[in-house]
């Protein structure tokens, strides 16, 4: 798109930082398009760039040329000598972001408003390729998400600055079925690429990223010094968490309803026993030492005229053994995953939790943040060099389904390691990604604390209101946009980006794994000459081994 003059200046628009201008262009001067006027800053004539946020016809053809509608406007209009495309005047919105300045590789607002009459030409592509987005595509650090949304596909990249949307955490936002999953699989295949190499681990509650193992071995990832990106999947049975990871709170958040505060009293004394015995953080003990703890309390009988508190402490055990006494259990008394076989540079892990109830969930991704959070810190402020608590390398952790592991207005175990994270990650490498769809019932301080927004379309009008509140970035105008947006569009915001802009998502490498189930084409299926035949051939199979049984019940009862 070449650049082309699309209206005049008007005046000032209600705020500062906006003007009007007049135009008879329809096309061109969509929500969230680029224009620009000129003006001289420093004795050098800039453009300054602004983008269209409201628009509004001021003029159009009388109501009755629009009555009829099997009578084309423009002909009523040719009859009596009128140009119909004169007649059509609009009033658009533009709120004024800046100059780009080359040196900064950012906007520079100049706070010059344009004059009343002075021409307004849409920005083109080239220039807008090259001022908002932070990287250019392949470079060291950038994050190909997709392309402008008001331009041709691919006209525009929109390029994420990925030490950016890492050191300050990011958020995807969107209803079921806009896209969410598919958008974060685009930006781990950007962080897997040769250019970046991350260290990535995906908390994956439905199993919907396993398709990522694809990038293990497509030549699109390899690096021309020999790089291949390596993706690790572990699943529920593979998932093991140290029982002396666990913190007081941890243990009993996962005890049931009804625990009573007598009981939670015997269990801090028996936990602080183990905790605080001397050299006890080099020493791994396990739940039986816990439950040996809590008996070693017991006194009384219930039998005599003395029962002491030999009813609290059984119902304690009792309660306990319920959740961790467990063979194939997650908790463990000396197993755990170590971080070095979850996070590597150019490596991309899975944590499938779908077989996994959901408290536990919490805790196995609590426990973990704050292993690798303590790793980091003691890595960067100590300077080891060795052991599990050794992570010499930057991390990016990406939830989908955030609000399991920090819900709005409820108390669990995950919520306040993700706020110390979020809040003070940069400083040690540790990035947070959230993907939910329900930011209404995302902790609002820990969506607040995500710098880079992917917001795609949002419909629920709680979820647009938390949004508006928590979400600095995008401008009211853009968000209004949100029930609007078709599956594979989003608006970007934040420090990822140079400015707000909406955006086409662009087309996955690898496949996807979380489509939605086309139900009547299954039940169609479920009916075929095919499926028939094989249901057929398993009842007669069936019937044949409980026929044979039979037999040799019988012939065990004869002999």
Partial sequence: MSDSLIGTVKGPGELPHEYLIITKDNEKTRIGEFVFYTANVDQEERQIIGTIKGRKLVRNLPDAFLADPSTPPSMIS?????????????????????????????????????????????????????????????????????????????????????????????????????????TAGVLVEELMNAYNRAAVLIVDPHGEYHTMQSVHGDEQFFGKDGYKPEV???????????????????????????????????????????????GANRRMWGYHDLRDAVNEQKYGDESSNNPGNVS??????????SRFDK???????????????LFAPGRCTVLELS??????????????LRRVNKARMITVREGVDSGENFLDYPVFALLEEAHRFAPAGASVVSTNILKQILSEGRKFGVGIGLITQRPGKLDQDVLSQCMTQIIMRIVNPIDQ??????????????????????????????????TPVMCRIRKRLTAHGGETFDAPEQWLKWHSSEKKEKREQEEALYLKESSDKEAEKIGDIRI
Avoid: C
Avoid at 312 to 321: A, F, N, P, T
């Fill in 465 to 498: 209101q938390t949004i508006a509140q928590s979400v600095e970035g995008a401008g009211r105008a853009m968000l209004d946009e949100l029930p609007a947006l078709t599956k594979g569009q989003a608006i970007i915001s934040g420090v990822g980006t140079n």
């Fill in 355 to 368: 077989d996994i109830e959901q408290h536990e969930q919490q805790v196995i991704v609590g426990t973990l």
């Fill in 232 to 278: 690790k999947i572990f699943t529920p049975d593979r998932i093991k968490v140290r029982f002396s990871t666990l913190t007081e709170a941890d243990i009993k958040y996962l005890l049931p309803e009804g625990t009573s505060d007598k009981m939670n009293h015997f269990l801090s004394q028996a936990f602080r026993k183990l905790t605080d015995a001397p």
């Fill in 312 to 321: 609290s402490i059984d119902g304690l055990l009792w309660r306990l053994d």
């Fill in 78 to 182: 040719s009859l009596i000598g009128l140009d119909s495309e004169a007649s059509e005047i609009y009033e658009i919105e533009v709120e004024t972001i800046g100059y780009f300045s080359n040196a900064l590789k950012d906007f520079v607002n100049p706070r010059i408003p344009p004059n009343p009459g002075q021409a307004i030409h849409l920005a083109t592509s080239e220039d807008l390729s090259n001022m908002l987005s932070p990287k250019q595509l392949a470079e060291t650090g950038s994050a190909h998400i997709g392309s402008l949304l008001t331009r041709d596909q691919g006209d525009v990249p929109v390029v994420l600055s990925v030490k950016d949307v890492v050191s300050t955490h990011l958020a995807i936002l969107a209803s079921t079925g806009s896209g969410k999953s598919y």
């Fill in 327 to 341: 063979k194939d259990g997650i908790f463990s008394d000396n197993e755990h995953i170590p971080l070095q076989d």
